[in-house]
Nanobody
Framework: QLQLVESGGGLVQAGGSLRLSCAGS????????IGWFRQVPGEEREGVAC????????RYSASVEGRFSVSRDTNGNTAWLQMNSLQPTDTAVYYC?????????????????????WGQGTQVTVSS
C-alpha cells in the first residue's frame, strides 16, 4: 500500500520561495500521477498542480501558473513542488496524493476524488 509524506512547509514572507517534497513508500508511486492540493480551514481542497507518471505532462491551476513548478524523480519515489513569488493567498496546508491527472479540453480538472493515499499535509504560511 502506498503512503505519502509531505515536507518542506514553513513561514515565508511574500515574494519568497519554498520547495515542498512528497515522499512515497510502498508500491505504486512510479505508476501514478502525483497531484498537489491545498486546503484552508472551512474550504474545499483546491488543486494546485499535477504531474503524470512519466513526468512529461504537467498541469497547474490558474492561480499558481507561472509561479509554481511540479517535478518528480521518475526512477524514485519523490515529487516536488517548487513555489516562487509566494503570496499570502497561498497560505494553506499542502497535500500530495497519488492518482490521475484528468483533463478536459487541455485543462486539468483538479478533482481531489481522482487521488488517494493522501499524506498528512505540510503547512505553508506566507506573511505580508
Amino acid at each position: 500500500q502506498l503512503q505519502l509524506v509531505e515536507s518542506g512547509g514553513g513561514l515565508v514572507q511574500a515574494g519568497g520561495s519554498l520547495r515542498l517534497s512528497c515522499a512515497g513508500s510502498g508500491s505504486g508511486f512510479q505508476s501514478q500521477a502525483i497531484g498537489w492540493f491545498r486546503q484552508v480551514p472551512g474550504e474545499e481542497r483546491e488543486g494546485v498542480a499535477c504531474i503524470t507518471p512519466s513526468g512529461r505532462d504537467k498541469r497547474y491551476s490558474a492561480s499558481v501558473e507561472g509561479r509554481f513548478s511540479v517535478s518528480r524523480d521518475t526512477n524514485g519515489n519523490t515529487a516536488w513542488l517548487q513555489m516562487n513569488s509566494l503570496q499570502p493567498t497561498d497560505t494553506a496546508v499542502y497535500y500530495c496524493g497519488a492518482g490521475r491527472c484528468v483533463s478536459f479540453n487541455g485543462k486539468w480538472l483538479a478533482e481531489a476524488i481522482e487521488f488517494d493515499s493522501w499524506g498528512q499535509g505540510t503547512q505553508v504560511t506566507v506573511s505580508s
